[in-house]
């Protein structure tokens, strides 16, 4: 035990004393909320369509007043095709959009074509489906005018529902759950608990690699059995994630307080001297979303899922950790462990693929088994859990994954002892099984 | 007492045999030299003695005691292949791999801090071991061997890497290490390296033990009573009991010749009836190399 400590020790100081690591802690959490605000922030100000010159040749004449919208500058033009096509690119405008005699006489008519729209760049989808709209809501006003019909008759035909679900559980009490928020929760936990192994993996892969390139493990396997010293790197390297998570949580919820009451609290206190009866409203509704999200969070096992997420977390990390301990125990370099990598990674791409198809339906028997197999049951199960998933299940995954992870680790170690002494060998599958197999 | 005894170890790689019932037992407080080509076996067994892999079978005794985890902290252990964490403080390196050899923290402190003033290295403690030089790793790594005071000390080729001022350096304090009791064995495919140094030795071929004993003992078996002379003038009508294997010439005048001495004569008879027939300028016994003794016993095997 002591020498796994002593492992673990000096695994989890080199890298939590090294300048990146306390960089990337601390700038993660900064970079994203920057990265999405900055990303919103563009589309926002690009957004502006405002300066782009679009002529309208109206040959049908029904659209004089069509095209009002504020988010191009129309100009209608006259004439025929050819001279408005010439105009378009004498005075260089955005686009041109052409409406051709149409014959709205008939009314069974449902079809109407030949309508184009020139510009000198491809213009993109919403470009496309905004002049649509607009040429289509014209249509159809003018449609439904003929027809006599009373425009609230059409309204009134016009329903919304909303379609509560509920889980009927054991004790029989009906529980509202939210499919969205259930399958947001399955897709976070599932994503961390992959980013967790591929970042973390490699590292252990590259602390492998690190000793046995730079020839110091023999002279550590003299005093340590190389088990430990493989369970120690997992270990620390494993903690210095969970330190670099923690981090991050403790810096997110600061960063949000710390939001709240720099931009929160000024704000609030303007609206207060601002009109009381808006202020008054404003806070009802504040206190309605409150107390929504509380009813949201009400719904899905917040325990049931943070307690299962640091054991899929921790199970997961131990099985793909010893793999990628093993791969770096094989190899000469980092160029070499590409093709063991591959396979190891499959499962987990396997997962994340499957992701969309289990929130769909969390019951189905690709959910369950995936959720049972150890390699990918940490996402799988991660993503069913929002939805509620039986006991027996849970628990079934559990002592699979339990048992998944020792095996790994066992199968890891007997190759780590071989490979870590294994110097310029041409590596193959082959001999990787032969490692497994032999008597050290 | 033996510090260490091997008895008829064996270990195979599938197919290949990596040592073949090899028993050697090496005496306190002596430099034993573990001789033989590359791939004969010798690594092999230091990683069994090390506990890095386990023999097929047979038995090693350390101090009379069957091998057991123990034992790892009364070995030190160089390797062939060696090297530091690249990117680890000299000091923390050395701390770590002294703890991991069951040094307290506060002990491991002050030897380091002894160590590095020996090796004149103190002011290096802060730097990372990527920052020194080749010289300067590897006398690092010869603290981190050596510093447990182990009992038993190994060095598998242990101056192949190190320039010729580091190698007396580290000759030195091997030397002083015996002196204070440890015991050492130097493997080494390069026999004349440790030829001078050694007081036991082994000799590994084809995973096989094919000679051991002392130095002096297997030396004197491997005399064959040959004499080497350097005179002036000509050597001519010796009696049938000396005959002349070969002469060469030194310069102008002067020859060199290897004389054959035959059993039951002795040099002082070669001498007096050299005397009387040329200007003897010099004699000396012809010793065999351990390299010489090595090629006669591969060359014997093989016919």
């Given at each position: 035990m002591r020498q796994i400590f002593l492992v673990f020790k000096r695994e989890y100081l080199t890298r939590v004393k090294k300048k990146s690591f306390l960089l990337a802690t601390i700038l993660t959490p900064l970079l994203f909320p920057a990265l999405i605000f900055g990303i919103i922030y563009l589309a926002n100000t690009d957004g502006g369509n405002e300066d782009k010159d679009i002529f309208v040749l109206d040959e049908s004449g029904y659209f004089a007043d069509a095209f009002n919208d504020s988010d191009y500058n129309y100009s209608h033009v006259t004439g025929t095709l050819d001279e408005a096509k010439a105009k378009f690119q004498e005075e260089g405008v955005y686009g041109l959009i052409h409406i051709p005699v149409l014959d709205?006489?008939?009314?069974?008519?449902t079809r109407y074509d030949n309508f184009s729209f020139f510009s000198e760049t491809n213009p993109g989808n919403s470009v496309m489906n905004d002049f649509e709209r607009v040429i289509r809501v014209k249509l159809e006003s003018i449609k439904l005018d003929r027809s006599g019909i009373d425009p609230n008759v059409i309204n009134s035909l016009k329903v919304s529902i909303d379609l509560d679900s509920f889980n009927l559980g054991e004790t029989g009490e009906a529980k509202e759950n939210n499919t969205g928020l259930s399958s947001a929760i399955g897709y976070i936990f599932g994503f961390l608990i992959y980013m967790f192994i591929f970042i973390y993996g490699s590292q252990i892969m590259q602390s492998v690699l690190d000793e046995k390139t730079s020839r110091i493990v023999e002279v550590i396997v003299s005093s340590v059995r190389p088990f430990q010293l493989m369970m120690g790197k997992v270990l620390g390297v494993g903690a210095v994630g969970f330190t670099q998570l923690l981090i991050w949580i403790v810096l997110m919820f600061t960063l949000t307080s710390v939001g709240i009451a720099v931009f929160g609290g000024p704000a609030a206190g303007m609206e207060m001297m601002a009109d009381q009866m808006s202020q008054e409203i404003e806070l009802t509704e504040t206190q309605e979303t409150v107390a929504n999200i509380e009813n949201l969070l009400g719904t899905v096992p917040v325990v049931k899922i943070l307690v299962s997420f640091l054991f899929y977390f921790l199970g997961a990390y131990f099985l793909y950790g010893a793999l990628y301990a093993a791969v770096g125990s094989s190899v000469d370099s980092m160029q070499d462990a590409q093709q063991f990598m591959f396979p190891i990674m499959i499962p987990i791409i396997a997962a994340i693929i499957s992701l969309g198809f289990v929130l769909d339906d969390p019951h189905s028997s690709l959910a369950v088994t995936l959720s049972m197999?150890?390699?990918?049951?940490?996402i799988i199960m991660m993503a069913r859990l929002p939805f509620g998933v039986p006991t027996w299940q849970l628990l079934l995954s559990m002592v699979l994954l339990v048992g998944g992870f020792m095996g790994t680790i066992w199968v890891a170690g007997r190759i780590y002892r071989v490979g870590i002494l294994m110097y310029g060998a041409k590596v193959n599958w082959k001999t990787i099984a032969k490692w497994f197999t032999m008597k050290v | 007492m033996n510090i260490l005894e091997a008895n008829n170890v064996s270990k195979a790689y599938a197919a290949h045999k990596a040592l073949d019932d090899v028993s050697i037992s090496i005496p306190k407080q002596s430099i034993f030299g573990l001789l033989g080509p590359n791939g004969a076996g010798k690594t092999t067994l230091i990683r069994i003695i090390n506990q890095i892999i386990m023999s097929d079978g047979g038995e090693i005794l350390i101090n009379g005691e069957?091998?057991?985890?123990?034992?790892v902290n009364v070995i030190g252990y160089l390797p062939e292949e060696r090297g530091l964490y690249k990117k680890m403080k000299v000091g923390e390196q050395l701390m770590y791999l002294a703890q991991l050899k069951g040094l307290s923290s506060g002990e491991a402190r002050s030897r380091i801090k002894n160590w590095l003033d020996k090796m004149s290295l103190t002011e290096w403690?802060?730097?990372?071991?990527?920052?020194?030089?080749k010289g300067m790793a590897q006398k690092i790594q010869f603290i981190a061997t050596v510093m447990h005071e182990p009992d038993l000390l190994i060095l598998d080729e242990?101056?192949?890497?190190?320039?010729p001022v580091n190698a007396n350096l580290i000759k030195d304090e091997i030397f002083e290490l015996r002196e204070k009791g440890a015991t050492v064995i130097f493997s080494t495919h390069r026999m004349e390296s440790v030829e001078q140094l050694c007081d036991d030795i082994a000799m590994i071929n084809h995973s096989k033990k094919i000679l051991d004993g002392t130095k002096k003992d297997i030396k004197k078996s491997y005399k064959s009573n040959k004499y080497q002379v350097d005179y002036k003038g000509q050597l001519t009508?010796?009696?049938?009991e000396f005959s002349i294997v070969e002469t060469s010439v030194i310069e102008d005048d002067f020859s060199q010749a290897i004389i054959q001495v035959q059993n039951g004569q002795n040099p002082n008879q070669l001498l007096s009836e050299l005397i009387n027939k040329t200007e003897v300028h010099g004699f000396t016994e012809v010793i065999p190399s351990i390299n010489d003794i090595f090629i006669t016993i591969v060359e014997e095997a093989q016919s």
């Open positions: 709205l006489e008939d009314a069974t008519k197999i150890p390699f990918t049951s940490p | 069957k091998l057991h985890p123990k034992h403690a802060g730097k990372k071991v990527e920052d020194l030089s242990p101056f192949s890497g190190f320039d009508g010796l009696s049938p």
